[in-house]
């Protein structure tokens, strides 16, 4: 089985180089990137995996960020020119983490009815600046507990990993594919990702406005709160109010709302090596118990996918599918031919 | 009312005195079961109840595990042949907990107009073997807060059934329900557990391992289900012990869960098989009701025990939803085709 990670990153210098390292060594084969304007020395790592006959890299000069094309055309790529039999769709932040084996090994076990797999988001929270991100950042938001404000960066998610298609589509932030034939598996989610999205103001500052002049004005309510907080000069304080230190930390393991979780750093501490990262320590990911996956399943839980709400929505679209195919004429033509038959034999 | 259990078993003998036991005293009249090949002492086992009168035993030579066949013949000779009211259909691995009194008790007030009763599936986990019987070792069952929906898992939250007794009846494979049946099902309420000791050695985990991937790649046209496949390639890359252990909870693990919920100590099993223990020369270890005092009667669970598990039922209907969820999208796909 062949596993491509597609990868859109723009000046991601402080996160890119274990992201890549720490994906070559969980199961994927090979990377497809876009380097979307990257100034800060982003290019020159990817240019290196390139080199290393890891990576395959596009550049995009174009000021405008146009996400969802550009993940279609990475998935389609890895696909059609590197024969991908799973695709997963990332940013330079993120990091997949398989339940159990590698990722290959969870992806094999996938029925062969289902095109989709979901990953399941784990927010790590942003923490007081100073050293290498992943030896800071063992905090994340708990998933048993999700924060549904509409304006916040830590809502529940999920993003999309599917089967390689020439022809796929994905959506903006890669969340779901558009107007697929792959099945998506429900319920279950054997792949985390760690997101990383806020790391240090420098990172911050920069990423925002990068965003500002990739995405113009206004975006969702989070982004048009960072961005009204850099118009009013004011946006040191609402980094610092994201941020949450140690007291905030005890508070929110008292709580209940956060969790410590280690993983990334452990595994990065294994792969390091002078500086860099080695390529072929082949990191292998503990099978979780019963009571990791007990515990796993109430996470799950929160996200709400299988109410009753959203399976009454989801039949109510697909009734009217069903009445308009029921309503044309070649179905009303075959139903009338089929009366006509029984009439005659019902004579004869 | 008579109630028949019918039980299918190859080389269980580690579990299946106990089986046959429990249930004669849990308020089951008579065994009807198969014995598929077994060559542990199974056979011998079995025997031994048959030549008190209260089992009746089926040879089965063939291979390939027709688990629905077997357990059909056996379902529909209760009914016509051994005057059964209702039928338990049971593995050799699992104990039929009637919540208050016996079996009987539970069964007996099933309004008339329903004719399945869903029992909840409740997995102990495996915990270290030192060699100890089974029911004295594995004293911890899984609790699930939200239901666990891997397909590769054997803790998905499923139900298994009991019926009344019908000369015509067709029980579907692995005894969860009934094919094309006329009975009503009564799914709200769950009056029977089914306590299920799937993982109980290494020794007895590859044999299953084995049998049931030999059957499903030599002799069953459906692919197994996830959990089979998966023993059964790592019994054939020599990682069965590998396998084993990593489905076994450690201390720490058991610890852990014990805390959080997600476990609980259930000794229940381990008690009963206590009280039931003879020292007898008959080739069982445990007494007929004939052979005790009085009766066994199971206790009756308190209203605090309902209200908890109701909390613990409901994982059923969630992991429902789910299953509802994904034949919604395998019907989507067949209307986007004609689409």
Redesign the interface.
């Known amino acids: 089985m062949k596993l491509v990670m597609t990868l859109r990153a723009r000046d991601e210098a402080d996160v890119v180089d274990p992201q890549i390292a720490f994906h070559l060594n969980a199961g994927v084969d090979f990377i497809v990137a876009t380097d979307h304007r990257s100034q800060d020395g982003t290019t020159e790592i990817l240019e290196a995996y390139a080199a290393q006959g890891h990576l395959h890299l596009i550049r995009e000069e174009e000021e405008e960020m146009r996400e969802g094309e550009w993940a279609s055309r990475m998935a389609r790529i890895a696909a059609a020119e590197f024969g991908a039999d799973w695709v997963i769709n990332a940013d330079a932040d993120e990091f997949w983490w398989p339940r159990g084996g590698s990722l290959k090994e969870v992806l094999a076990s996938v029925p062969e009815r289902y095109g989709v797999v979901r990953a399941l988001l784990r927010q790590f929270v942003p923490r007081p600046n100073g050293d290498f991100f992943a030896e800071r950042m063992t905090v994340r938001v708990s998933g048993s507990a999700p924060i549904n404000d509409p304006t916040s960066l830590f809502r529940p998610n999920l993003k999309a990993i599917h089967r390689g298609d020439s022809a796929v589509s994905l959506s903006a932030g890669g969340h779901t594919l558009l107007d697929s034939r792959l099945v998506p598996m429900r319920g279950w989610y054997p792949v985390e990702f760690f997101h990383f999205p806020l790391r240090s103001f420098e990172q911050f500052d920069r990423k925002y406005a990068n965003l500002r002049a990739a995405l113009g004005k206004s975006r969702n309510a989070y982004y048009d709160d960072v961005q009204r907080a850099r118009e009013a000069g004011r946006l040191g304080e609402f980094y610092d109010s994201l941020t949450i230190d140690d007291d905030a930390v005890e508070q929110g393991l008292g709580d209940g709302s956060l969790v410590v979780d280690t993983r990334l750093r452990d595994a990065l501490r294994a792969i390091r090596s002078d500086g860099g990262f080695v390529l072929d320590a082949g990191l292998s990911f503990p099978q979780p118990t019963v009571v990791d996956e007990a515990a796993y399943a109430v996470d799950v839980a929160a996200l709400g996918e299988a109410d009753i709400i959203r399976l009454q929505r989801r039949l109510d679209e697909l009734e009217p599918r069903l009445l308009a195919l029921e309503r044309e004429p070649s179905v009303r033509a075959l139903r009338k031919l089929r009366r006509a038959a029984r009439t005659l034999r019902r004579r004869a | 009312m008579r109630l028949v259990l019918t039980v299918l078993a190859r080389d269980e003998a580690d579990v299946i005195d106990a089986q046959v036991a429990f249930h004669l005293n849990a308020g089951v009249d008579f065994v009807i079961a198969t014995d598929n090949n077994s060559r542990d002492g199974t056979t011998e086992i079995l025997e031994s109840y048959a030549r008190e009168g209260c089992l009746q035993l089926i040879r089965e030579p063939s291979e390939g595990l027709r688990q629905g066949e077997w357990v059909t013949r056996m379902a529909r000779l209760a009914a016509a042949e051994f005057g059964a009211d209702w039928v338990i259909n049971s593995d050799a691995d699992e104990f039929w907990w009637p919540r208050g009194g016996s079996l009987k008790d539970v069964l007996a007030p099933i309004p008339k107009r329903y004719g399945v009763v869903h029992a909840f599936w409740r997995s102990f ?1 495996p915990l270290p073997d030192d060699g100890a019987f089974f029911a004295e070792r594995m004293t911890v069952r ?12 054997f ?1 998905r939250p499923v139900t298994k059934v009991a019926h009344r007794a019908d000369p015509q009846v067709v029980v579907g494979r692995g005894n969860h329900g009934l094919i094309d049946s006329a009975f009503v099902p009564l799914t709200t309420w769950h009056p029977i557990e089914v306590l299920h000791f799937p993982l109980r050695s290494r020794a007895q985990w590859r044999r299953k391992v084995e049998l049931q991937g030999e059957a499903f790649t030599k002799h069953i046209e459906r692919a197994g289900t ?1 959990y089979h496949l ?1 023993g059964y390639s790592a019994l054939r890359s020599g990682e069965i012990e590998e396998q084993h252990d ?2 076994a ?1 450690d201390d720490e ?2 610890d ?2 014990l805390a ?1 919920g ?2 609980v100590l259930d000794t229940r099993l381990r008690d009963v098989l206590r009280e039931l223990r003879t020292d007898s020369a008959t080739g069982r270890s445990f007494a007929l009701p004939s052979e005790l005092p009085r009766p066994l009667t199971l206790p009756k669970p308190t209203s605090t025990d309902e209200g908890a598990y109701a909390g613990e039922a409901a994982v059923l209907s ?2 429902d ?2 299953r ?3 034949r ?6 067949r ?2 085709a ?2």
């Open positions: 986990v899984l609790s699930q807060r939200a239901p666990i929906n891997d397909p590769t898992s803790y996830g998966k990593a489905l909870i693990a058991a852990r869960g959080d997600a476990l969630e992991a939803a789910v509802v969820q994904r919604l999208d395998a019907f989507e796909q209307l986007l004609l689409e």
